[in-house]
């Protein structure tokens, strides 16, 4: 009766004492760690990715196909533009709230703080001396925000294009949405303008 | 004559610097005087002739020379006064007229970013009407219109 073979060391090299990595699946040949370990990292690491593509796609689906719309139709039949007027055109702009043209009966409600603001119609002449008080007004507004550039000046300098103190054209400074020609756009034109605006604002996110 | 009382009126204070007083359309009369003893013809046409109130300063670039001119009002005998000053060179600049009529001091900063007129020891010379960091005198018949774009890139403040 022979004696039975002295153990062998197991050809497993010691376990690490460092822990493992999420991102480390053990290879066939790597350290020895138990199925279920290995499961349960897989689970950690697939669970937020899971969670954030269910929601990220339920959340598109949402806004795009549900709440999108709603959102598009309560934010253009209420555009609330800065009351800031520049220069000529700020008339024409005023008139527009007037008895005559009635803006408001399309929810266009001027408001004397870009804070409560959705719309700026640049309506006038822009210097460079005004530029940078034009752009913190546009920053302070609220997203979602709209610009309509009302008049020559506003879109391209207009008569003082040349001037040595005028920018010439606003889309310089902000992004623009429509533009309105005319010196001065009589009312009719802005509404126009604020209506094509709804028009743009319809079909966001399409 | 008109010109001759004024003339005899400033003559103590600031004789020296009087080179002309002559008749000019709309105004009283208008006093030619020296730039360097500019401070000495506002404070006589102020206290001695009695011109309390500064209506204007403006600045004339006539390619060779830039004259300064000032039109002052007298409360008392309601009638305007016209006075200026030829300035010579490639830095021209003259004293400032805020102690005399502090009502100077925004007229002087137009003058001076327009057509580049230095107003010495103004208390506030900083830009009025450009954005503060706007390089040119705009008004100097030297200055050329720019393209639009070539103007934004020199000119850009924001
Ligand atoms: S476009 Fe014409 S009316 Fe409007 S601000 Fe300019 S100059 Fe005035």
Redesign the pocket.
């Known amino acids: 009766m022979s004696s039975p073979a002295p153990a062998v060391a197991s050809p497993v090299p010691p376990k690490s004492a460092a822990p493992l990595l999420e991102t480390e699946i053990p290879l066939v040949n790597g350290p020895a760690v138990p199925y279920v370990e290995i499961e349960t990292l897989r689970a950690r690491e697939f669970i937020p990715q899971a969670k954030e593509a269910l929601s990220s796609l339920l959340r598109e689906q949402m806004e795009g196909k549900l709440l999108r719309p709603v959102f598009n139709w309560a934010g253009r039949n209420s555009l609330f533009p800065l009351h800031w007027g520049?220069?000529?055109?700020?008339i024409?702009f005023a008139a527009a709230f007037g008895a005559r043209w009635d803006a408001e009966r399309f929810g266009v409600v001027p408001r004397s703080s870009p804070r409560q603001c959705d719309l700026l119609i640049v309506?006038?002449?822009v210097t460079w001396k005004v530029a940078h008080k034009l752009i913190t007004l546009y920053e302070q507004m609220p997203e979602p925000k709209w610009v309509i550039a009302?008049?020559?000046?506003?879109t391209g300098g207009?008569?003082?294009r040349t001037a040595y103190s005028v920018v010439p054209g606003v889309d310089k400074l902000v992004p623009v949405d429509i533009y309105i020609a005319?010196?001065?756009?009589r009312p009719e034109a802005l509404l126009d303008g604020i209506l094509q605006l709804e028009e743009l604002i319809r079909r966001r996110g399409e | 004559m008109a010109t001759d009382d004024l003339a005899t009126q400033l003559a103590p204070r600031a004789g020296a610097n009087i080179l002309a007083v002559e008749p000019f359309q709309g105004l009283t009369a208008r006093v030619r005087f020296r730039p360097e003893g500019a401070l000495d013809v506002f404070r006589a046409v102020h206290d001695d002739l009695g011109y309390d109130h500064l209506s204007m300063v403006g600045a004339i670039d006539w390619v060779d020379h830039r004259e300064v001119f000032y039109i002052v009002w007298s409360d008392v005998t309601k009638q305007y006064l016209g006075l200026s000053a030829d300035l010579t060179g490639d830095a021209p600049h003259i004293e400032s007229a805020t102690p005399v009529w502090p009502s100077a001091n925004w007229h002087e900063r137009e003058a001076w970013e327009l057509v580049g007129v230095a107003f010495d020891h103004h208390p506030d010379m900083r830009h009025l009407l450009m954005p503060d960091d706007y390089a040119f005198h705009p008004l100097l018949r030297s200055f050329k219109l720019h393209e639009p774009e070539e103007l934004e890139v020199k000119s850009r403040s924001v």
């Not at chain 1, 520049?86 to 700020?90: K, M, Q, T, V, W």
């Open positions: 520049l220069a000529c055109c700020a024409e309506n006038g002449t009302m008049g020559n000046c506003a207009g008569p003082f005319g010196c001065p756009p």
